[in-house]
Nanobody, 122 residues
């Protein structure tokens, strides 16, 4: 069973950058992709980016295309999300997830991390 833990959130000024990390422990035979989500207060959790375990291919939500980069360090079992040109509307809890199907959809999640908070000020 895989367990996930996010790190790297904080309070930053608009236009700044952050690099989040998700450390995975354990193993799951059912995990097809690793994904990042965020949730702002009062809003639904939304998928941001995903990377397929098998071939390393990546996909991004249209709303954040060009400002986010997902990557992984397979030897250390760490998933990263680099956030650039941050805006106040990017504020929220960021979660990583191991998904079994429909990557970045959040409906077939094997495991969630506890989340890390990102706050962007004007």
């Amino acid at each position: 069973q895989v367990k996930l833990a996010e790190f790297g959130g904080g309070s930053v000024q608009a236009g700044s950058s952050l690099k989040l990390a998700c450390i995975a422990s354990g193993y799951s035979y059912e995990t097809y992709c690793m994904s990042w989500f965020r949730q702002a207060p009062g809003n639904e959790r939304e998928g941001l980016a995903t990377i397929v375990e098998g071939d390393g291919s990546t996909h991004y939500a249209d709303a954040v295309q060009g400002r986010l980069t997902i990557s992984k360090d397979t030897s250390r079992n760490i998933l990263y999300l680099e956030l650039n040109s941050l805006k106040p509307e990017d504020s929220g809890m960021y979660y990583c997830a191991a998904e079994r199907f429909q990557c970045m959809g959040g409906a077939y999640v094997e495991a969630w991390g506890q989340g890390t908070l990102v706050t962007v000020s004007s």
